[in-house]
Nanobody
């Protein structure tokens, strides 16, 4: 099983970034997906999550309307489009997948089975 996140970088406040997560080694289309971030000294936080079947979405209020998660099952890829970025969005972002997660628990990091290495996002002028 492999997950590889990419697309992080330095962006000015108000800018956009698109993160990608390439997956392999498991039946991707059956898995729920999520982007998790963890700032220094803080707990991990699920910021964008999608259920596998009906593709229902779950975002915290802090990113709602700015972040969009999507998936391409044919390519075993998923994405995080981040718009109107703020300095407080600066941290490492991880992609993760989990098989058996109920909708109400999609944003709970411990629910995820497989994780990629993080990609750093820095929002600064």
């Amino acid at each position: 099983v492999q997950l590889q996140a990419s697309g992080g970088g330095l962006v000015q406040p108000g800018g956009s970034l698109r993160l990608s997560c390439a997956t392999s080694g498991f039946s991707f289309r059956s898995y729920n997906i999520g982007w998790i971030r963890q700032a220094p000294g803080k707990e991990r936080e699920g910021v964008a999550c999608m259920a596998s079947g009906d593709r229902r979405l779950n975002y915290p209020d802090a990113v709602k309307g700015r972040f969009t998660i999507s998936r391409d099952n044919a390519k075993n890829l998923f994405y995080l489009q981040m718009n109107t970025l703020r300095p407080e969005d600066t941290t490492v972002y991880y992609c993760a997948t989990g098989l058996r997660i109920i909708l109400s628990s999609l944003r709970i990091p411990d629910q995820y089975d497989y994780w990629g290495r993080g990609t750093q996002v820095t929002v600064s002028s």
